[in-house]
Structure formats: structure tokens, C-alpha cells
């Protein structure tokens, strides 16, 4: 098969991509619709009904959800066939989980079933274990957890202390520790442990089934939010593990952690998405039904604003993560066709975009605690109560910017992987700085071309957004070289500029290539919505260059940097009250996310 032509990760910084280069979500076919509308069906008909039981951890009730959700093959759309699955691809299983992330405790205990619980052992077992264990996890038959953090190993997850030693007679390693945090905990029956064997400085992964001698359950955590997930600590007191259920090789076990990770932070990318539209139609619904001063309150300009900030959010939020999606499929394939296996490819081509992987997770995680924040505020007091649906989605959200690694680890990685990418030579990002350098030397002002049309004057902004991260990167490598790694607020404030760009240039790309397929007349909206995408994302990045500049550079330095950076984010005014208002507007007419 002919490979997919696909960016390398983190490369969009310094190379302008096209419409049609990318995925779009308006293109998934009638089958991958079909799969995502399985996962909408059984939510509305075993989840959602009960919302409040699952919060309440009714015994066995989340644990059923799980074996049901197993038996219409939800929990196996992407493992292969041979093990009970339906061995989709990744676009196709982030779809399904756009549907998922909707449910509140359940998408929690299902995320760690197919994610963490699963992909460690469909990555890495061998043929034996995937028989044994993988098949029934597909099925629903076996539930499943991941233990790796410990009380004082959290983000430093290497630093943990549970100990595995070998027996005499070489048939078992006995495993001794603590791990907490541990969802589906309570009702898991094969645990992924991570361990350092005798004395090794790297973990290793072990399969335990829960029933084994040795392993205590923990009591159910209480939570802020996600209540209705189970959370537990569990101990290990001698607990006699068969060699053949270590995972992969000894000492892999940290890179099994970390490329679970990059999967999993895309994953809760694409989650929030679907949590974010619900959480929208509550809010556009309640302020249909509620008036005041003898007005629906959804006709007050107040509350058109939120709705329209919680819309393009969102609808942003989706262009970032199924573009990262799709380059990531891509990259799994060309690797399979290249003779990997399904597999490897996957862990490869995911790990190829780990810059993607974080930012869809922090800026996905950010936009929902926004729209879920304002959904609280448009039902007012009401919203404060427990009576009403957006009280759980505000307590739910929280958990997205700590799971995953937190946003400020995942803000950490965007900037210094990008970085480190360039030195190694993946793609030239200094290059490119040191000739944006010489050209802020005459730089004066914004050209437009006066034959420009809207895409084009569009695309212009985005490369320039591009061109001002790329700036403050040169300026901090040129003058803290690489001690510019342990200055983390400018890190983050990097992070936050490629976060930004790379939003900005998913949306273009995506509004632009609906443009080729509808017609400029039928994505007006859309343009509202990239209008006013542009124009905030333009003062975002000046205020994060602005604070890198002013905390490194003399006078000299930062007169000729911030007039760079005030030239490279200047953009046309936009009347962003009338485009939020439309925006508004049509999803008040349609009384749900309608975009």
C-alpha cells in the first residue's frame, strides 16, 4: 500500500499545511457515524437514566454498565479481531470516544478500561497473555485497572517504590507496595502494576489478577467530582506473581507509562468535546425554558455571549484533536505498511506527536471548565444546586486538567518537546528563527496583499502567529541557551503561543475545506467563529510574548522585540459582538449545539 504523506509531530510550527492535507470531522463515513451513534444509543439508555445512582456507587452498578458496554463490543472497537474485537483504526476509536466523553463517572471507568487498563497489554503482551486476559477485557468478561502512581510518586512516576524479587526457585516475582488513585479499583479483576525489580532504577510492568493472595482493596475514595467512578488504593503484601505475567521486557515498564500517556492526553482531548456539547445543550436549553423581566433569558446579551464563547470553544477545541487524530492515524499506518505491526505502529505513531497529544489535552481540558463554568453561571442559582444537570458537570470537569499529567507538566511538554525536536533535527525551527530574526531588523508594519481573499488574509495571521512563538524561542535560546528548560513560566508562556497557533491553524484549515465541500454561503457561521478565534488568539500571544520579553531582554532588545510582535499579531478589527451574536443565535434557534 502507498503511504500517507503526514507532518512529522510538532512540525506545523514551520510548515504551512493546506485544507486538504487534513481530516475534518464532517468526513467520518456512514459506518464510523453508525459505531459513534452505538456509544450515543447506550448512553441514553443505560447511563444517563442513572446519572444519580452511578454518583451514589449503587454496588455493581458501574461494574454492570461495563459488562454491558463489553457486550455490544463498545469495549473492543479497537483490538483486534483475534482477541474479540472490531480492530478499528485510531480516528475511528477517538470518534466513539467523542460520544463517551459525555457521561460523566462512566466515560471515566470506561477510559480506563479501553485505555490504560487495556492498551498496556495490547502493546506489549505476548501472545499467551492476550489470549488469556486481552479477549475477555474486549468482551466486558474482565474488568480492568492501571496502578502506577504511589503516595510519593506522582508526576515523578519513576521515583516509585513497589518492589518485585525474584522467588528461588525463579517461577514467581513477589511484589510488595502501594498504589493509589487507582480508578476502576474496586471492581477491577487484572491490574497493570508497575514495580522495580530487585534493584533496578527503571519500572517494569507486571499483570496481577486482583484475586491473588496478597492484594488488599482499599475502601472507595471520596471525590470532588467523578464521583461515581470507583477510586481506591491497593496493596501489594507478598503477592507471588508468575514470570510469564511480566509485561513486555524488564525495565520497560517506564516507556509503557509514558506512551500510554500520549495516547491517553489525545484521547481526553476528543472526551471534553463531547462533554463540552452537552454540557452547551443544557445551557441553551435551560435558557430557552427560564425568563425574567418577561424575557427568555437566552434573548439577553449577556447570556448570548457565554453561549457563543461556550461554542467556539468547543467547536475550536474539535478542530485541534481530530486533526492531531488523523496525523496520528496517518503515522500509524505509513508504519504498519512500512512492516510494524499493529502494535508498534501505534505506539510509534503516537509518540511522533506527543507536542499534539498535550496541547489537544490542555487546551480541550481548559475550554470544558469554561463552558461547564458558564453553563453554571446561565442557570444561575439554580445551577448551584445538585438538582440540576450542570452542578455534575462543573464537579466532573475539574479532574481533566490534573489525569493525564497536569496541564502545567503537559504546557511543559508542548514547549520543550518542540523544542528538543528541532535540536535533534526533526524539522528546522532555528533555521527559520534566525531569518524571522533578521527580518524583524526593517520590519514595519502588516502587508495584506489588496488581492487577498478571506482564507488567504486568514492564513497570513496564522503564519505570523507562528512566526512570533518561533521569535521568542530564538530570542530565549540565543540568550539563556539551555537554561531556558529550568524557566518554566516561559516555557509555559511558549506552550500557550503554540497552543494557540495550533488551534488557530486547525480551525482555519477545517472552516476552509468545509468552504470547498459546501460552499462559502453555507459556513457563515463558521467564519463568525474563526473571526473571533483570530482576533483573541492575536492578544493571547502578544501577552505571553510581552511576558517572556520583559523577563529576559535589556531595553534595546525588547523595543526591537515587542514592535516584531506587535507587527506579527496585528490583525483587522472584527465587530465581535455581532459574530458572537449570531453564533449565539443559531444554537438558541436549533436549542442545542448545532454546529
Not at 81 to 103: H, P
Not at 247 to 258: H, M, N, Q, S, V
Not at 473 to 490: C, F, G, N, P, S
Amino acid at each position: 500500500m502507498e503511504s500517507v504523506k503526514v507532518t512529522k509531530g510538532g512540525e506545523f510550527l514551520v510548515k504551512d499545511a493546506t485544507a486538504d492535507s487534513i481530516f475534518i470531522p464532517e468526513e467520518f463515513g456512514e459506518e464510523q457515524r453508525m459505531i459513534k451513534q452505538t456509544c450515543e444509543d447506550f448512553l441514553e439508555a443505560e447511563v444517563f437514566p442513572k446519572l444519580d445512582a452511578i454518583d451514589k456507587k449503587e454496588k455493581g452498578l458501574m461494574r454492570t454498565l461495563i459488562s454491558k458496554s463489553g457486550e455490544l463490543g463498545l469495549l473492543g472497537i479497537s483490538v483486534p479481531e483475534e482477541y474479540n474485537g472490531f480492530n478499528q483504526d485510531f480516528l475511528t476509536t477517538m470518534y466513539a470516544n467523542e460520544a463517551i466523553g459525555a457521561s460523566h463517572s462512566f466515560a471515566v471507568a470506561f477510559m480506563a478500561q479501553t485505555g490504560i487498563g487495556t492498551l498496556p497489554l495490547m502493546y506489549y503482551g505476548n501472545n499467551e497473555q492476550k489470549e488469556k486476559y486481552l479477549s475477555r477485557m474486549a468482551t466486558g468478561e474482565l474488568a480492568a485497572a492501571y496502578c502506577l502512581t504511589e503516595p510519593n510518586a506522582g508526576s515523578d512516576a519513576n521515583s516509585g517504590t513497589t518492589k518485585a524479587v525474584l522467588s528461588e526457585d525463579g517461577k514467581y516475582y513477589i511484589l510488595n507496595g502501594q498504589k493509589m488513585w487507582i480508578t476502576n479499583g474496586g471492581f477491577a479483576d487484572i491490574l497493570t502494576v508497575f514495580a522495580k525489580i530487585d534493584n533496578d532504577r527503571i519500572l517494569s510492568a507486571f499483570l496481577v489478577e486482583s484475586n491473588w493472595e496478597g492484594v488488599t482493596i482499599n475502601t472507595e475514595e471520596e471525590k470532588m467530582g467523578i464521583k461515581g467512578s470507583s477510586t481506591t488504593q491497593i496493596f501489594f503484601n507478598d503477592v507471588k506473581v508468575p514470570v510469564e505475567n511480566l509485561l513486555g521486557k524488564r525495565g520497560e515498564g517506564f516507556r509503557i507509562a509514558l506512551n500510554i500517556l500520549h495516547i491517553g492526553r489525545v484521547k481526553l482531548g476528543v472526551n471534553t468535546v463531547g462533554a463540552a456539547k452537552r454540557a452547551i445543550n443544557h445551557s441553551v436549553n435551560y435558557s430557552n425554558e427560564r425568563k425574567q423581566f418577561g424575557k427568555k433569558i437566552s434573548e439577553f446579551g449577556a447570556i448570548k455571549y457565554k453561549i457563543a464563547e461556550q461554542t467556539i470553544k468547543t467547536y475550536t477545541s474539535e478542530s485541534a484533536v481530530y486533526r492531531a487524530s488523523s496525523d496520528i492515524n496517518d503515522a500509524i499506518e505509513n508504519l504498519k505498511n512500512e512492516g510494524f505491526d499493529k502494535a508498534k505502529a501505534n505506539i510509534e505513531g503516537s509518540a511522533r506527536f506527543a507536542v499534539e497529544c498535550a496541547l489537544t489535552k490542555v487546551y480541550g481540558s481548559e475550554s470544558l471548565d469554561y463552558v461547564v463554568d458558564e453553563a453554571v453561571q446561565i442557570y444561575g442559582g439554580m445551577g448551584f444546586s445538585s438538582d440540576a444537570p450542570v452542578d455534575r458537570a462543573y464537579r466532573d470537569s475539574r479532574i481533566n486538567r490534573i489525569f493525564e499529567g497536569t496541564n502545567e507538566i503537559n504546557r511543559l511538554i508542548v514547549a520543550e518537546t518542540a523544542i528538543k525536536s528541532a535540536q535533534k533535527g526533526e524539522y528546522d525551527l532555528f533555521g527559520a528563527g534566525k531569518e524571522i530574526m533578521a527580518e524583524i531588523e526593517n520590519i514595519s508594519q502588516l502587508n495584506i496583499p489588496e488581492n487577498a481573499d478571506y482564507f488567504a488574509e486568514k492564513h497570513i495571521y496564522v503564519k505570523n502567529f507562528k512566526k512570533a512563538t518561533i521569535l521568542m524561542v530564538q530570542a530565549l535560546m540565543d540568550t539563556l541557551k539551555r537554561k531556558m528548560y529550568a524557566e518554566q513560566e516561559l516555557m509555559m508562556d511558549i506552550a500557550d503561543m503554540i497552543i494557540q497557533t495550533y488551534v488557530a491553524e486547525s480551525t482555519l484549515l477545517r472552516i476552509e475545506k468545509l468552504a470547498s465541500i459546501k460552499g462559502e454561503d453555507a459556513i457563515a457561521l463558521q467564519k463568525d467563529i474563526l473571526d473571533v478565534f483570530i482576533f483573541d488568539a492575536a492578544e493571547t500571544i502578544r501577552k505571553h510574548a510581552n511576558n517572556i520579553i520583559y523577563s529576559f531582554a535589556d531595553e534595546n532588545l525588547a523595543s526591537k522585540l515587542t514592535n516584531a510582535i506587535d507587527v506579527f499579531t496585528k490583525v483587522k478589527g472584527v465587530n465581535t459582538t455581532a459574530a458572537r451574536r449570531r453564533i449565539a443565535n443559531h444554537q438558541i434557534e436549533e436549542n442545542k449545539y448545532a454546529m
